[in-house]
C-alpha cells in the first residue's frame, strides 16, 4: 500500500467543509438503535481489508445522495470535530468500482500496526480528506466511508432527519428490503418513528424534535401531518368518546404504528366515536410527551 492511492482522490479545487457525519439506516434498525441508547459497533463484512481483521467499526459518511440512500431512511447525525478529537486517522482503502469511487478512513483510539491500514495526517498527506488552517475539507465528488472503532450514544447526535431510500440498490440487504421497493416518503418514516417514540414514552431524541418558542419543529411538524393524515383517513365506528378512552387507544395505536402494523393501529382508532376525538387524544399525548401545552398541528 502506498501513498499513491489516497492521492488518486485527492483534493485540488473542489472541496467541501466537513461539519456533520451521517449514519443511515433502516426504520427497525433505527428502532433497536433507540431502544439500545446507542448505535452498536460491527465486524467489517463486506469486501474490505479490514475483513480479515477484528476490528469493529460504526460506518459513517458526509455524503448527501439524491437518488435516494442505500443504507435505508433514518439519518442519525454527529458532529465531526467531535468525533475525530483525540482520534488516530488511518487510510484504509479505495473502492474504485463503487459509483462514485469511495475512500475509507479508519478513526481509533488505538495505535494501529496492522499492515492493512496506513498512518493518515490530515495537514501533511495530500488525499480526499484534509484539515488547513483549522477547518476540515473532503472531497465531494466520491463516497466517503469513515470507518470509526467506537459506539455512538444517540445522546451524542446532532440531528436526525429521513431520507428517501435508493429504489434500485440497498447496500445491506441483498434482496427483500421492504423501504426499496416501496419508497416511503420522508414524512412517512418520521410518522412511523414519532408513533413509536410517543407510544413508548421514548425522550432520547426530544432534542431534535422539541418545538421551538412559536411552537414549531421541522421534523415534529413532518412527523405529525402524516399522523394527521391517517386518522384523516379513518372510518370512526365506535363509542368510546371521553379523553381517557380515547387517550389509551390513541397510545395503543401508534404502538402498532411504531412497528409497522398500520391496518392493525387503525381498526384499533376505529373504535373511537369521531375523527375530532381521536386527532384531540393524538395532540394532547405530543403536548404532554414534549411539555409543550400550546402546542397544535401545524397544518
Known sequence: MSAAEWEQYKISDKFAELT????IVHLPVARR??????????????????????????????????PGSLYGTVEFQFSWEKLVKNKRIYWVEAMPNYHPAAFRFLLTFDEMTSELVTKYDPEKDNGPLRKIDGQWRWHP?????FMVADDFLISETVGIDFVHHHQKYCRTKSWGCIEQTTNPSPQMTSGRLLAYLLAHGVKD???????????????????SAWLWIVLDNIKFVGPLKSDGECDSLIRGALALFGVDRIDDGKKLLALVTGSAEAHAALARLVRSHFNTPSWDFGL
Open 205 to 223: 431524541l426530544d432534542k431534535h424534535l422539541t418545538p421551538d418558542a412559536g411552537g414549531r419543529n421541522r421534523i415534529l411538524d413532518m412527523a
Open 141 to 145: 465528488d466520491y463516497c466517503s466511508e
Open 20 to 23: 456533520t457525519v451521517k449514519h
Open 33 to 66: 438503535i433507540i431502544e439500545d441508547g446507542k448505535i452498536k459497533s460491527g465486524l467489517v463484512f463486506d469486501k474490505s481489508r479490514l475483513k480479515k481483521s477484528r476490528t469493529s467499526v460504526t460506518w459513517l459518511s458526509a455524503n448527501d445522495w439524491s
